[in-house]
């Protein structure tokens, strides 16, 4: 059955440095999305990605933010300063989108900033 | 905007059934969904009901929808100790662009016991 992966599975990094998170959707979706879950709290929208831009983001997906689809089969997000609060597991979704729009969601990516 | 609430904690012993509730604000939501998520395991789609439905049944699972009280319940038949998870109910929204966001409550811990 076909699987969203995403890679890592667990980041530690220092506060301030750079982080690129990777994930390879379902093959045949259009969208593509990253939601973040705080420890013990909501899992959250962050941004949606169609036809190789940004279709909506939101308040959480500032300018330290950005997506991109290299290759036509990775996605990835980086963050371009982690501060201590992005420490956060990373759910990466695709979809068909309309009205056959289930998200199916990868594994997730454990980010934890020191 | 969109908000989804549940309770907390549902605790239940084996071969019980478990009744996982959730309340959500978008009344013009299409699609209402559930997930599950296992200790340090992504989101796994369990079962999404459509707002035109009361009812839907797939083997274990029951999923109830009172549209009038924006009230939707999951229903786990003759509970296993393999269903202790975080249930997440998520109400689905269109984005502009097509694709679709889920808002997501703050998921139900279901312990069984036995």
């Known amino acids: 059955e076909p699987e969203v992966t995403q890679t890592p599975s667990h980041q530690v990094t220092q506060m301030g440095q750079e982080v690129i998170l990777r994930c390879v959707p379902i093959?045949?979706?259009?969208?593509f999305y990253w939601y973040r879950q705080i420890l013990g709290q909501k899992v959250e929208f962050l941004v949606s990605f169609y036809n190789n831009e940004i279709s909506e983001k939101s308040e959480i997906f500032d300018d330290q933010f950005s997506v991109e689809r290299p290759d036509g089969s990775n996605f990835t997000l980086k963050i371009r300063s982690t501060k201590l609060e992005d420490s956060a597991m990373y759910f990466c979704?695709?979809?068909?989108?309309?009205?056959?729009?289930?998200?199916?969601f990868g594994e997730g990516s454990r980010l934890t900033v020191l | 905007g969109e908000d989804v609430e549940q309770s907390l904690f549902l605790s239940v012993r084996e071969g019980d059934s478990s009744v996982i509730n959730c309340t959500y604000t978008?009344?013009?939501?299409?699609?209402l969904y559930w997930y599950k998520q296992e200790p340090g395991a992504g989101l796994q789609l369990l079962t999404y009901?459509?707002?035109?439905?009361d009812m839907k049944q797939d083997q274990r699972l029951t999923v109830l929808l009172n549209k009038k009280d924006k009230h939707l319940s999951l229903r786990i038949a003759d509970t296993q100790t393999g269903d202790s998870a975080i249930y997440f109910c998520?109400?689905?929204?269109?984005?502009?662009?097509?694709?679709?966001?889920?808002?997501f409550g703050t998921g139900t811990q279901l312990k069984v016991e036995l």
């Open positions: 093959s045949n979706h259009l969208y």
């Open positions: 998520a109400e689905r929204s269109i984005l502009t662009g097509g694709g679709n966001k889920l808002t």
């Open positions: 979704a695709s979809s068909l989108g309309g009205a056959a729009g289930e998200l199916f």
């Open positions: 009901i459509f707002s035109n439905m």
């Open positions: 978008d009344s013009s939501s299409t699609y």
